[in-house]
Nanobody, 115 residues
């Protein structure tokens, strides 16, 4: 059984930084493409960044230059570092693991950017 557990986020001031972490269990991490998505109220879920098992990354244009995704095999963890946060970054952030035709999701963690 695959489980993804996110941590981090919370209330951040504009211009600040936050680091989200996701721990994966279920023997999927080594082969899966890991990703972070977000969903703001009234909007569709969108990709923030992803990283393949080989380390190739894809970062959305909306956060390019402000977001870094990394994975750590020894800890089955994928992290998302976000800097220079803007109010429009406010959303629930979800960790994902994609392997073949299956995609697994975490429960989400709230990031609120506000003064």
């Amino acid at each position: 059984q695959v489980q993804l557990v996110e941590s981090g986020g919370g209330l951040v001031q504009p211009g600040g930084s936050t680091r989200l972490s996701c721990v994966a269990s279920g023997n999927i991490f080594a082969s899966a493409t890991m990703g972070w998505y977000r969903q703001a109220p009234g909007k569709q879920r969108e990709l923030v960044a992803s990283i393949t098992s080989g380390g190739r990354t894809n970062v959305a244009d909306s956060v390019k230059g402000r977001a870094t995704i990394s994975r750590h095999s020894a800890e089955n963890t994928v992290n998302l570092q976000m800097n220079s946060l803007k109010p429009e970054d406010t959303a629930v952030y979800y960790c994902s693991a994609r392997l073949l035709i299956s995609t697994y999701w975490g429960q989400g963690t709230q990031v609120t950017v506000s003064s």
